[in-house]
């Protein structure tokens, strides 16, 4: 889904880009000491998606910084913090609002999810992504890849790219172009709200291909539940004989275990995920 007349001004948006640019710019010293960071910690800089556990596959550099309930942020470039704060603060509101909506669309108070995830003292990241060209493009059999196919640990996801293509939704078992419209973003739905919303809504399995001949970038604002709320589906949504799909689960637990393995399409998901079958078949075995 796409949201456009969001009120997030598309100068905030360029100015946010242009200063994680900048960043990706900065001689390596200025950004070592972010670079051994581990997945929880609050500001992290590198390539590929973790590469103690994958290497350098994949094509691309991010800077991911939690931005609430604390802005963290490199010092450098300059005017990163301010950038960084006014759009963290704008997408957050964007963020609660759309949260709002959809938990109007599942039939509950617009405040249920809200209250259920405890957003009063919600999580949020920025990460900023920079996939240089490659010659080697996605048509060719062993071509880079930026980001493989995932779905995002957290509740919901604002993202907007530079003019290039790459980003790619799974619809219906094939692979759609989001193509980049300016100024607007587009919502991904993320592991937590599948949880809370006990299924009813998907998250949404995304990868970003690389271009032959043009840098593509992307800025991401990723609201969580508080690090320490226990995520669980909201009961009103698992009536009988509906059951519950998924266990609860710490989202600080999850999103340590999402972050800090191979990124595997929704794998991480089955870590929380009822397994129905597997108690059918031990009843019908006995
Ligand atoms: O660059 C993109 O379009 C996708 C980025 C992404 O999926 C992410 O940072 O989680
Ligand atoms: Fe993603």
């Known amino acids: 889904m796409k949201v456009t007349n969001h009120g997030v001004p598309e100068d905030l948006q360029s100015a946010m880009m242009d200063a994680c640019k900048e960043l990706f710019g900065l001689p390596p010293e200025q950004k070592a000491e972010f670079m051994d960071a581990g997945p929880m910690d609050p500001v992290r800089v590198g390539t590929g998606f973790n590469s103690a556990v994958d290497g350098a596959r994949y094509w691309r550099d991010y800077v991911k910084m939690f931005a609430h309930p604390e802005l963290h942020c490199p010092a450098k470039p300059d005017g990163l913090r301010g950038v960084a704060a006014e759009y963290a603060a704008r997408t957050r509101g964007l963020l609660l609002e759309l949260t709002a909506a959809i938990s109007e669309s599942l039939g509950l108070p617009a405040g249920r999810i809200a209250e259920r995830l405890d957003l009063g003292s919600c999580f949020q990241i920025l990460v900023g992504n920079h996939y240089p060209p490659c010659a080697a493009g996605p048509d060719d059999d062993d071509g880079a890849v930026g980001l493989p196919a995932h779905s995002d640990h957290g509740l919901l996801t604002l993202l907007f790219q530079n003019g290039v293509d790459g980003l790619q939704v799974k619809h219906d078992g094939r692979w759609l172009l ?5 100024g607007s973003f587009f919502v991904i739905a993320g ?35 508080c690090l320490d709320a226990v995520v669980k589906p909201v009961p009103e949504l698992a009536v009988p004989p509906l059951g519950l799909e998924f266990r609860g689960v710490k ?4 999103m340590e275990h999402q972050q800090s393995n191979k990124l595997n399409e929704k794998g991480a998901l089955d870590l929380v995920r009822v397994q129905r079958h597997i108690l059918t078949d031990t009843l019908c075995s006995s």
């Open 178 to 182: 989001a193509k980049p419209i300016p």
């Open 191 to 225: 592991d937590q709200l599948e949880i809370v919303s006990n299924g009813r809504y998907k998250g949404v399995l995304h990868r970003a291909l690389v271009d032959r001949a043009q840098a593509r970038m992307s800025c991401v604002s990723l609201l969580g539940p």
């Open 251 to 254: 989202y600080r637990d999850y």
